[in-house]
């Protein structure tokens, strides 16, 4: 980044920040419709893929052939300089194109890509490496891996294994990805590293069966979700299965959703499972919200852009008898994000009203996020949030961070990056999205000071073993102490592929007269419950989060 820039960005957070206190006041009379903040003014990077570290930084990267970024390097990564010739300006290996965030410092540094990550996938392995997939163009068949540090010195490393497709779920440290890429007909999966030596993919028919070869697939980035009984859940355009992938075999095909059009991509609705809950057993509830109406990709390339969808379905995926339940957003949206908050809400955020995902396919870009509270009655579950006056449609980004806000980034619906000239600029500000309850008035709710004991095994706990959680409370607790913990997600495309949350049971908890809690935990019980690796624990207390602390579970 270009030092004035920098000069610039912070001047303007700085300014943001006396914005957010003065408008305290404010927000404390208005309610619980949360409050925006700029933290950069440019990343330098279009942010359309992202995910964060257990280090507390965020990796953030763009496609290369999107050509020139905004974070011109002074060297290409193989030492030659790069010069103000034409050829050198116009080359994309003289600009970076990923970067890390460090939240807690908010500051960027670039990262080396060697190769074209576009449209690729993502997922931590155990140890919190992110393992990164995919592509186009040299780097489709790329596997990269990234090792999170503290010390602003690691980066990517290009794997000489390959790889064929795209989009993922762990299981202990080996990843599945489903299907592939725009026009390619990878009806397929496979397994990094694979299950044996001689494998190379696995035909998935499901994914040709719901192939829309007029929509560019309506089909492509599945929605999938890892089952407690070890089996994947697989939703694709209108359908899913429960899928045993080990042994290649359809175990369930559920109903179709109701509502028409499509849910993924070009149609890019998103889904989450709501959280788990060991008071229900850990019970797997799917949601699938928004995506395209039927024909939105065709009426797209004629300049017409029908109105999104509107509604979302709810369906059981464990047990015998499956049905969508049916509810409406308070208006249609397509390319939103959805992610599971520490308090079990789930927030709809980025997106557009009308048309689907693509260059130039979309207009009406939705400013509102959406509260949505699994635990109301239906038709009292959503709320509508603080709009934002930035347009994050196609290739926008947004995640959970360990304070509770929610970074939001990224957004350019063009094949460059373009400034001038259209009516939805490439966007490189960078936002945090703060939910009411970081708000001062509720800071005496918030429990601070979280701690996680570690007996013999120094940060990690085995799975169904017990640990101790300690943290302060102003006051006694009006209600219940919840704790969950939550896997941080690999997000692009409306997809924040292996997001989930865990409610865990506190089998004991103690208040000393110091307001010092104590509570006693157990960890999820196995991994289909829980995949191993890092997650964010967060102590809840009357619908207000602590700050989240990292935890990691693993195998005994
Ligand atoms: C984590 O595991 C991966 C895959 O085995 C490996 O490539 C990577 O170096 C490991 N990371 C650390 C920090 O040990
Ligand atoms: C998988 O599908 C491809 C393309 O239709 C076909 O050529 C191949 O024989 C199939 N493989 C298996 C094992 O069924
Ligand atoms: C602006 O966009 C329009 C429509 O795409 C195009 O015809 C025109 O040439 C563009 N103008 C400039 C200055 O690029
Ligand atoms: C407890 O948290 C408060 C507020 O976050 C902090 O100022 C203080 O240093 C912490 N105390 C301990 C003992 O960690």
Redesign the pocket.
């Known amino acids: 980044m270009e030092g004035k820039k920098h000069l610039l960005s912070v001047v303007i957070s700085v300014i943001l920040q006396l914005f957010v206190v003065s408008g305290a006041v404010e927000v404390s009379s208005g309610g619980r419709k949360g409050t925006w903040k700029l933290l950069q003014q440019n990343t330098g990077v279009v942010a359309m893929h992202m995910a964060l570290t257990y280090r507390n930084t965020v990796i953030m990267f763009d496609q290369t052939a999107a050509g020139p970024s905004q974070h011109r390097l002074p060297r290409r990564y193989n030492g030659k300089r790069c010069t103000r010739s034409r050829e050198d300006l116009e080359d994309w290996s003289c600009y970076a194109h990923s970067v890390e965030y460090d939240v807690d410092g908010n500051k960027l540094r670039s990262l080396r890509l060697d190769t074209d990550p576009w449209c690729s996938s993502g997922s931590f392995l155990s140890n919190g490496t992110l393992l990164q997939t995919g592509g186009y163009g040299s780097g489709s068949k790329k596997i990269r891996y990234f090792n999170p540090c503290s010390d602003h010195q690691c980066n990517w490393k290009q794997s000489k294994q390959m790889v064929c497709f795209q989009s993922v779920t762990p299981e202990k440290d080996r990843v599945i990805i489903v299907g592939g890429t725009h026009g390619r007909n990878a009806f397929s999966y496979e397994f990094v590293p694979k299950l044996h030596s001689s494998d190379r993919s696995f035909n998935l028919t499901f994914l040709r069966n719901t192939n829309d070869p007029n929509a560019r697939g309506n089909n492509l980035y599945p929605f999938l979700h890892l089952s407690s009984d070890g089996n994947l859940f697989i939703f694709a355009n209108r359908d899913s299965i429960l899928f045993n992938y080990r042994r290649n075999k359809v175990i369930k095909t559920f109903p179709r959703i109701p509502g028409g059009g499509s849910r993924n991509y070009p149609s890019s609705g998103s889904s989450v499972i709501l959280p788990l809950d060991q008071k229900d057993r850990f019970q797997k509830v799917v949601m699938v919200c928004g995506g395209g109406a039927s024909g939105a990709y065709e009426a797209a390339a004629r300049g017409t852009f029908l109105k999104a969808l509107t509604s979302c379905g709810r369906m059981v995926i464990s047990g015998y008898r499956h049905m969508w339940k049916m509810e409406n957003m308070p208006g249609p949206r397509i390319m939103h994000d959805m992610l599971v908050l520490p308090t079990g809400r789930i927030l709809i955020i980025n997106g557009a009203k009308r048309g689907c995902a693509g260059w130039k396919n979309a207009v009406s870009p939705s400013l509102q996020p959406y509260l949505y509270n699994p635990k109301k009655t239906l038709g009292r579950r959503f709320s509508v949030l603080k709009s934002t006056k930035i347009a994050r449609m196609y290739h926008s980004s947004a995640l959970l961070l360990p304070n509770g806000g929610v970074l939001v980034a990224g957004g350019n619906p063009n094949n460059r990056y373009t400034f001038r000239n259209v009516s939805y600029p490439t966007e490189l500000r960078l936002q945090a999205f703060i939910p009411h309850y970081m708000d001062r008035q509720y800071h005496h709710l918030r429990p601070?000071?979280v701690?996680i004991e570690y007996s013999s095994n120094p940060y990690r706990i085995a799975y169904g073993e017990e640990f101790i959680v300690q943290f302060?409370l102003e006051r006694r607790p009006i209600m219940e102490v919840e704790y969950s913990v939550y896997a941080p997600p690999f997000t692009t495309h409306s997809i924040s592929m292996n997001q989930r949350l865990l409610k865990l049971r506190s089998k004991n908890t103690v208040r000393d007269a110091g307001g010092w809690m104590t509570a006693v935990l157990e960890a999820p019980p196995c991994p289909n419950v829980a995949p191993p690796g890092y997650y964010l624990l967060t102590v809840v207390n009357g619908g207000i989060p602590s700050?989240s602390q990292w935890i990691r579970f693993i195998h005994a």
Do not use: D, P
């Open positions: 601070v000071n701690s302060r700050l």
